[in-house]
Nanobody
Framework: VQLQAFGGGLAQAGGSLRLSCVAS????????RAWFRQAPGKEREFVAG????????DYADSVKGRFTISSDNAQNTVYLQMNDLKPEDTAVYYC????????????????WGQGTQVTVSS
């Protein structure tokens, strides 16, 4: 499966952004989609994940209550709505796909999109 991420940009603290990740190629009903992020000088970290039909979601504690992951199966697209952004949310955000359950370790994901930069100013 090929993934393309869109929607990064610059926001002020307290603002919102929505990221999109469009999948193409061989997708399946068991596929899991997730968002990770990597800030300068830090390791890539799990942000949120969703099972393909949206029945299960998982969030990192740092974004719980502020970010929402959702999916549009007809469009093969997963979204990450980011509200109440904080400067510490600044990072390159990556979408990923796996054919197993939602996982927080990046080595569980076999497909990755290109990153999209999110910058939050204070």
């Amino acid at each position: 499966v090929q993934l393309q991420a869109f929607g990064g940009g610059l926001a002020q603290a307290g603002g919102s952004l929505r990221l999109s990740c469009v999948a193409s190629g061989r997708t399946g009903s068991r596929d899991v989609r997730a968002w990770f992020r990597q800030a300068p000088g830090k390791e890539r970290e799990f942000v949120a994940g969703i099972s393909w039909y949206g029945r299960n979601t998982d969030y990192a504690d740092s974004v719980k209550g502020r970010f929402t992951i959702s999916s549009d199966n007809a469009q093969n697209t997963v979204y990450l709505q980011m509200n109440d952004l904080k400067p510490e949310d600044t990072a390159v955000y990556y979408c990923a796909a796996a054919s197993t359950k939602i996982a927080r370790r990046d080595n569980e994901y076999g497909s990755w999109g290109q990153g999209t930069q999110v910058t939050v100013s204070s």
